[in-house]
């Protein structure tokens, strides 16, 4: 019975569920990385060949990516350090990988009885969904793939402390007025977890652009603090009644910040797209009236992604794109320096 390791040159990425062809796109466009198409059924796979880009499901293999490169956004987790795992047991391919970290999650499209079993040989990791607000964990989270039966993609190093970079939230399916406060409740986890930033809290001013129906007004509600809500049509009717809600029907986007005042919290879902976001978070920066932004940068068509390098290049900013986005990515903004 034996294990052994060799290392894979490249990084691999696990594409988002459904959003295999919008990473292989950014790929192309953002990297220059040529990469086939991906399987239609993610079940269906060829045999692992070294050396060669490849699809195992949606964890695609790119040997010729560089390591200093940045993970593209359409990765839910970036494998940053392959390797291959060959064994002859269940037993000797779990007891190779708690030799190198404690944690491991898996995500497999084929030899599924298999993983299960390597998985329940290794320390348990919590995959349910958390309850909002959360913590998120510090300790590395490495990865497994089986390629066939006896051999596994793995890596230690990754892109999240994640189980395979899924955040998912325990829903609450009777409050909120639409399904898009799950959006603002991954931010502003995210903008906690990355820069170090409290989670709103009473006394904060809140600014919700463009925010009918409301979902990103009742997230913020829920921790106590205050929300001007712009929008040319209502709140929910309970949001509209709330008294610490205070409603104006205007173009959010047509307003200077001087106007508005300070604001410990900017956030905007509003359908706008790259060229017109751009500008108006530059000026709430620029105005030094905004703590924290968090914006959806709505996307259509080919990708523009000069502009989105212009945001990501934003001082004490982060472009991401969530596990509850879909064609769209994510601004953050923190006044305070971003902690590496």
């Not at 195992?56 to 560089?66: A, E, K, T, V, W």
């Not at 993970?71 to 190779?96: C, H, I, V």
């Not at 001087?258 to 604001?263: D, M, P, R, S, V």
Request: charged share 20%.
């Amino acid at each position: 019975m034996s294990a052994d390791t060799a290392p894979l040159p490249g990084r691999a990425f696990l594409a988002f569920p459904e959003m295999s062809q919008l990473l292989r796109d950014e790929l192309k466009a953002r990297f220059g990385i040529d990469t086939p198409p991906p399987p239609k059924d993610e079940t269906v796979n060829p045999q692992f060949t070294e050396g060669e880009t490849q699809w195992q499901g949606r964890l695609l293999y790119c040997p010729d990516f560089p390591a200093e490169r940045q993970s593209p956004y359409w990765a839910q987790t970036a494998l940053n350090e392959p390797q291959l795992l060959r064994f002859d047991s269940m037993g000797d391919a779990a007891k190779a990988m708690r030799g190198i970290q404690r944690n491991w999650a898996s995500y497999q499209c084929q030899c599924w009885r298999r993983a299960q079993i390597i998985q329940e040989k290794l320390p348990f990791i919590q995959t349910k969904p958390k309850k909002f607000p959360a913590e998120l964990s510090t300790t590395p989270m490495g990865i497994f793939t089986l390629t066939d039966a006896n051999r596994a993609i793995i890596s230690a190093a990754t892109s999240s402390f994640l189980p395979c970079g899924k955040l998912e939230f325990t829903e609450d399916h009777t409050n909120p007025p639409s399904r898009a406060y799950l959006k603002l409740q991954e931010s502003l986890t995210l903008v906690h977890h990355l820069f170090g930033i409290p989670y709103p809290t009473a006394g904060d001013r809140c600014l919700d652009a463009g925010a009918c129906p409301g979902g990103w007004t009742w997230v913020l509600r829920g921790f106590g603090a205050a929300v001007h809500a712009i929008d040319r049509s209502p709140l929910a009717e309970k949001l509209m009644r709330d008294p610490l809600v205070t409603f104006q029907a205007h173009d959010a986007f047509t307003i200077p910040p001087a106007e508005l005042g300070a604001f410990n919290w900017v956030v905007s879902d509003v359908i706008c797209y790259p060229d017109r976001l751009l500008p108006w978070v530059k000026g709430w920066i620029d105005s030094g009236l905004a703590k924290n932004i968090i914006c959806t940068i709505k996307l259509q068509g080919g990708i523009d992604w000069k502009t989105i390098a212009e945001f990501a290049a934003l001082p004490n900013s982060r472009v991401v794109h969530l596990n509850y986005n879909k064609h769209e990515l994510t601004y953050l903004y923190a006044e305070m320096p971003v902690i590496s």
